[in-house]
């Protein structure tokens, strides 16, 4: 307890630079999820297909996850800073292209429907799966000590959840009240501050790799530390499974429209009710970290979130929904923040941007699998019947790894323990 009670919560945010990156992280993020609001309700408004809302996850992943492990030898062997800015100039202008087209003089969306929006989505799905190495692994070279790491990891993850907050509810509200361009206009605009100010952050050196290695060998040299780190593989593969089959956020539509009677403006607010959930969370972690049990504290913390996706599978309030929503948030922020700290803590610096890749492909592409996997149920078994699978099998998946990851299950996070491990 006098160990915990030394630390100072807002540590990180007193560096410079790193105030630039989050702000940098808000404003990207507040872009996608707005655009991700509008394309949903644009494609789900041109097709009245629920299997075409898990297409959109489909079309982003699949590029993502091809370049994943590429992208992740590129970040430990090109300035990580020069990766961010070219990615962040590419996804500027898939906004401006969905933006165009939603104008009327363009007419494109009347007569191809859907596919110019799947196109993009495609691109942008390129260009992600370049930045989730690069940003994971840009991040700690703007901090000073491992010892921060946690600290950086928890405002990160907060700055990221409060613009998933707020990113859908303004996406709809702008949606609803001044239209498909106006959004798409905001979400450029907030694009462009990104690139912005992570263009003013200074440039860092990539870290000394005393063992170079072509591209063949560094990619397996990556997976293999992965899959022979038992704590770092079990952790991802909680969450790749447990996002996987819990993926009833692509469903949002669906619920908003045909099940709760609702409009635009209320599935902006759904989308947001996880982030609020996370970021309280997570800002009670930043004063009370969690360090003892921490491996048995997240299997309970994900069995939490299949218990709020089967009961919002359930649900016909729009508010018991809500709280639902909000309550799957705060599990989830207890898992993501553990996770993201033990591959912090345990990868070496020149290594990071391979083993984020592999983690990307376990977990960064997982809600849009999860998306597609929630489409393809919700056509077969139907909206309702899909959201309990999801739910009923995370908490099928938490069982099996609290059985078989015994390293994860016995999991401490103090200082001495995390060190050992």
Not at 141 to 149: A, C, F, G, N
Not at 190 to 202: E, K, Q, R, T
Not at 326 to 333: K, R, V, W
Request: aromatic fraction near 10%; charge should be neutral; hydrophobic fraction near 55%.
């Amino acid at each position: 307890m006098e160990h915990r009670s030394k630390k100072d919560p807002y540590a990180v945010l007193r560096l410079p630079e790193f105030r630039l990156y989050i702000s940098a992280r808000l404003c990207i993020t507040l872009a996608m999820q707005i655009q991700a609001v509008i394309v949903g309700w644009q494609i789900y408004d041109i097709t009245k297909d629920p299997l075409s809302l898990g297409l959109i996850g489909l079309a982003e992943a699949l590029p993502a996850i091809v370049v994943a492990l590429y992208a992740g030898y590129i970040a430990d062997v090109v300035p990580r800073k020069k990766i961010i800015v070219t990615v962040i100039s590419v996804l500027l202008l898939c906004s401006l292209a969905l933006l165009y087209f939603t104008l009327d003089v363009t007419q494109v969306l009347q007569i191809y429907g859907a596919t110019p929006i799947y196109a993009v989505i495609f691109l942008s799905g390129v260009a992600r799966g370049f930045m989730g190495p690069a940003v994971f692994s840009f991040m700690p070279q703007l901090v000073p000590s491992k010892q921060l790491y946690s600290n950086a990891i928890t405002w990160s993850s907060t700055t990221w959840q409060a613009a998933s907050l707020a990113g859908p509810a303004i996406g709809g509200l702008i949606y609803g009240f001044f239209g498909v361009s106006a959004a798409y206009t905001t979400d450029a605009v907030l694009v462009l501050l990104s690139l912005v100010f992570f263009s003013m952050i200074g440039a860092r050196a990539l870290p000394e790799n005393a063992n170079p290695q072509n591209l063949k060998d560094s990619l397996r040299t990556g997976i293999q530390f992965v899959f022979r780190n038992q704590i770092i593989l079990s952790a991802i593969s909680l969450d790749l499974f447990a996002v996987l089959f819990g993926g009833a956020v692509a469903l949002l539509p669906v619920f908003a429209s045909d099940i709760l009677d609702m409009g635009p403006e209320a599935l902006g607010f759904m989308r947001a009710a996880p982030a609020v959930g996370f970021v309280l969370m997570a800002v009670v972690m930043a004063y009370h970290p969690i360090t003892v049990n921490a491996g048995k504290k997240m299997l309970w913390c994900v069995a939490g979130f299949g218990i709020c996706i089967i009961l919002f599978g359930l649900s016909t309030s729009f508010w018991f929904s809500m709280v639902l929503l909000a309550l799957s948030g705060a599990f989830d922020s207890i898992s993501v923040i553990i996770r993201s700290t033990l591959i912090h803590t345990l990868t070496p610096e020149y290594m990071k941007g391979r083993v984020s890749s592999v983690n990307s492909i376990f977990v960064g592409s997982s809600n849009e699998i999860g998306a597609f996997e929630s489409g393809v149920t919700a056509k077969l078994m139907g909206v309702v019947p899909a959201v309990v699978f999801g739910g009923v099998m995370t908490l099928v998946v938490v069982g099996v790894t609290a059985f078989k990851a015994d390293k994860l299950r016995n999991l401490d996070l103090t200082p001495e323990e995390a060190e050992y491990a």
